[in-house]
């Protein structure tokens, strides 16, 4: 790796023992026709998630989808950067623990803020996915939440290996400088998160854009400070069954009052 990134001033919201992987690698651990692969396989496995079958869902179709949604950009990243895919993997600490926590509580805020501001001057659309949770109950509603957990592993693969694809060719290609390229690919891959969700959200462009991007950003925010997927999965994870759980077990409760 480049020692000049290495030492290069950081984001203030970087720890400084860790840099991002592959970007700055002398030679580049990842070819462009690798990058190209993984971004490929990101777009299959989204698409496995939700692309309609001619048979109705179950808990064991609903599992193969997430695993697929997950399993495949990590095999195309192992197949593009063998030995070195677990890069975006770090040990997790009890710090880590509690930035998941401090993170989701701050996207929560932020989520809750921006939505209420657009729905004073805009529309909102509800998830279907989420209110319907409401009606599971035993194993299923328990399976919802562990599915979840798995899903936005994969959530946070298909922001974050966007992220380094933008962050390497902005910086190795365009010419960019580190940080800037850094903050390009973050406001890049956090745009290209919240379009994906036009479909879950009645294609409302605003909403998905402002709404689901600012909540990308804080989230990314995640690795960005620790260079740990796991971090950044954490802290969804916590987020998300936060708010599905306000939906499961406070609306019913807060309907009947």
Known sequence: MNEATVTAPRLIVERKAADFP???DRPPTISGAGWLMIMAATVIGFAALGTPMPFEDNILTGWIRGAIF?????????????GRWQAIFRRVGFGDVLLMFGIAIFNIIVTLA?????KTYGTVSANAGVADAASLEGVRLVSFFAKVGLQ???E???TILPFLALLTWLHSKAGMGRNGAVLAAWLLSAIIFGLLH???YNWNIAQCVLVIGSARLVLTLAYVWTKNIWVSTGAHVINDWTL???TVFLAPLAAAA
């Open 152 to 154: 936005m592993l994969g």
């Open 22 to 24: 592959f970007y700055a």
């Open 70 to 82: 997950v399993g495949l950009p990590l095999l195309a990243l192992a197949l593009a950067a063998p």
């Open 114 to 118: 921006v939505g209420a501001l657009l």
């Open 198 to 200: 036009l479909p879950t």
């Open 156 to 158: 946070e693969l298909i």
């Open 244 to 246: 599905i759980a306000s």
